[in-house]
C-alpha cells in the first residue's frame, strides 16, 4: 500500500490488549488490516491476535535481539512508500517493549509515525489505583540485582510523584521489601494484577500490608503485575532531599554515626531518621 502524497510510507505505532480481546480499538484492526507490514515483538502471538480478527498480514519479528538489524530493513520498506505497524506481544510498543530503535531512525528520516493510542498497563493500573495521578512517573522495570536495584529505589525515596514499577511474578515480594526499605512501611501502594483479565485484582494498603499480604497469599504473586507507590507529600520531599545532599556530603569524611549527629543538626532532622538514612547509603556504597 504506497501512502499517496509523500514518497514515504507511513509507520503506525500499534498498541493490542493486555488481557481482554476487547481492548484491541477498530483503528488499531483497520490499520492492521491494510499496512503493507506488520512488525511485531513475536510473530506467533501477533499472529493469533490477528486470526482472531480474521485479518491476514505479512508479519516480521521486531525483538530486542534483533532490532539493530532489523530497523535499517524496516526503514528502507518506509522510504520505498510501504506501510509498516510495530506491534508488540502486549500493550503500547515501546512502553518497556522493543520499538525505539526503528522509531528514532524514522524520525530521524522524516517518516510519518502515527500513534494507534490502546492498552497499556502503567495506565490502566495509575487510572484504576485511587492513588494521586496528577504527577507521576513511569519507572519501567528495576534493575534485576539487588544492589543496583535498592541504588535506584533509594534514588526514588523523596519523590513526590506517584511512581509506577512493571514488575516479573517471581520478583514482587523482594521488590516490596527492597521498596519498604527505602520508602518506609507506612508509604501507600497498590499491586494491580492481571488487569483486564478474568482475574484482575487491585491490593492497596502501605507497603508493610502489602508485603504481609504477599508473604501470604500466593495468588498474589502470580500473573502480570504493577507496581505503584504514593510519592512523599511535597514539603516532606524537600525536607529528604536536603537531608539526602547533607548526608553524601559529610559521608564523605565522616563514620555514619558523626555524619548521622551532624546532618539531623544542620536540616533538623530526626536523630533516628538521619542515622537511618545515612546507614542505608553507606551500605549501598560499599
Ligand atoms: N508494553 C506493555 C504496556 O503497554 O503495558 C508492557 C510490556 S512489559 C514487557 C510487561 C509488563 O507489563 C509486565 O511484567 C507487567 O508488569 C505489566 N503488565 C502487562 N500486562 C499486564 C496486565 N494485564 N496486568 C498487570 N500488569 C501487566
Request: charged content about 25%.
Amino acid at each position: 500500500m504506497k501512502t499517496s502524497g509523500s514518497a514515504n510510507g507511513e509507520l503506525f505505532v500499534v498498541a493490542t490488549p493486555i488481557g481482554n480481546l476487547g481492548d484491541l480499538t477498530p483503528r488499531a484492526r483497520e490499520v492492521l488490516g491494510r499496512v503493507d507490514l506488520v512488525a511485531a515483538e513475536d510473530t506467533r502471538h501477533t499472529g493469533r491476535l490477528l486470526q482472531s480478527c480474521g485479518i491476514q498480514a505479512r508479519l516480521m519479528s521486531l525483538h530486542e535481539h534483533n532490532e539493530e538489524a532489523r530497523a535499517p530493513e524496516l526503514l528502507q520498506l518506509l522510504r520505498d512508500g510501504r506501510s509498516v505497524a510495530l506491534v508488540s506481544d502486549a500493550g503500547t510498543p515501546l512502553i518497556s517493549d522493543p520499538g525505539f530503535r526503528l522509531l528514532q531512525a524514522a524520525a530521524q528520516a522524516g517518516v510519518t509515525i502515527r500513534p494507534l493510542p490502546g492498552a497499556c498497563a502503567a495506565v490502566a493500573a495509575l487510572s484504576a489505583a485511587g492513588l494521586p495521578s496528577d504527577r507521576f512517573s513511569f519507572e519501567g522495570f528495576l534493575p534485576a540485582k539487588g544492589g543496583p536495584r535498592r541504588a535506584r529505589l533509594q534514588s526514588l525515596a523523596a519523590d513526590p510523584r506517584t511512581l509506577i514499577f512493571y514488575e516479573a511474578p517471581h520478583r514482587l515480594q523482594s521488590s516490596l521489601e527492597d521498596m519498604q526499605a527505602a520508602f518506609g512501611a507506612e508509604r501507600p501502594a497498590v499491586v494491580a494484577r492481571e488487569l483486564t483479565k478474568a482475574f484482575e485484582t487491585l491490593y492497596r494498603g502501605s507497603l508493610g500490608e502489602l508485603l504481609l499480604r504477599a508473604q501470604e497469599d500466593a495468588d498474589m504473586q502470580r500473573g502480570e503485575a504493577v507496581l505503584l507507590v504514593a510519592g512523599v507529600p511535597e514539603q516532606a520531599a524537600d525536607d529528604e532531599a536536603e537531608l539526602t545532599r547533607v548526608l553524601t556530603i559529610l559521608l564523605e569524611s565522616l563514620p555514619v554515626s558523626q555524619a548521622a549527629d551532624a546532618a539531623a543538626k544542620l536540616t533538623g532532622a530526626s536523630r533516628n531518621r538521619a542515622y537511618r538514612l545515612a546507614l542505608q547509603m553507606s551500605r549501598q556504597h560499599q
